[in-house]
């Protein structure tokens, strides 16, 4: 599985880098808002720190302003990902760009047909929100199930690029369910190191060793 940070905040994109487990980077327009910058100084940044996928949505409305914004976008880094909305205007512009050979992360999906149309209009990446869904009440994970299976039952290569995960949970019924990518905030990427039997356990040997070389 691959993982990408989702946010647009570039110290904590450097910060992660460290960690040498980060494959790319997703922002959309509320993220890069957060950082008071324009989308591409922040996107060219962030070009610069890691070497893979860096997704930057459109904001026009109309597939004719999409496109222009896109190969606008695409010219910034021969790793840039074009973000666009799953709807009628969106998917038009994502067969379009998939025949210009321009990587396609189509977000905001929220259904298995949704997901389905991206693909048949040729998306490197569908962006299933789980979080949102939950939030609703709706069981997000069942919805990365049924595109995994429709997916596999037809052979789209589209990669499921699990979204909106709000916690570890999330990330591992994912893992399970055969999600491709999962991008996560900083924050809960973080959280995956963690366990208190592992600290717990570390304590112990150093202790050992500290008592058996004393
Ligand atoms: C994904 O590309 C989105 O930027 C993101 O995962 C949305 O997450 P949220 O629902 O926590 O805002």
């Not at 790793?79 to 512009?93: Q, R, W, Y």
Request: negative net charge; contains cysteine.
């Amino acid at each position: 599985m691959e993982f990408f940070i989702d946010t647009g905040m570039v110290d904590e994109i450097k910060e992660a880098a460290k960690w040498g487990i980060i494959d790319g980077v997703t922002t959309n327009p509320s993220l890069i808002a957060k950082s008071g910058r324009s989308q591409a100084d922040v996107i060219k940044e962030i070009c610069g720190i890691i070497n893979g996928p860096i997704s930057a949505e459109v904001i026009s409305t109309d597939t004719e302003g999409m496109l222009k914004e896109a190969y606008e976008i695409a010219k910034w880094h021969e790793n840039i990902v074009v973000k666009l909305p799953l709807t009628e205007a969106g998917i038009a512009a994502c067969a379009t760009l998939s025949k210009d050979k321009i990587k396609t992360n189509v977000t905001l999906c929220f259904s298995s047909n949704q997901a389905l149309l991206a693909a048949k209009a040729g998306a490197t990446y569908i962006s299933p929100f789980l979080g949102r869904l939950d939030d609703i009440g709706h069981n997000g994970l069942q919805l990365i199930e049924e595109i995994r299976t429709v997916y596999d039952n037809y052979g789209f290569m589209t990669k499921i690029l699990a979204a909106s995960i709000r916690h570890p949970l999330h990330l591992r019924d994912c893992t399970l369910l055969g999600a491709d990518v999962a991008t996560m905030p900083y924050k809960v990427i973080e959280s995956l190191y963690k366990h208190p039997l592992t600290d717990r356990g570390l304590d112990a040997f150093l202790s050992d060793h500290a008592k058996a070389n004393s």
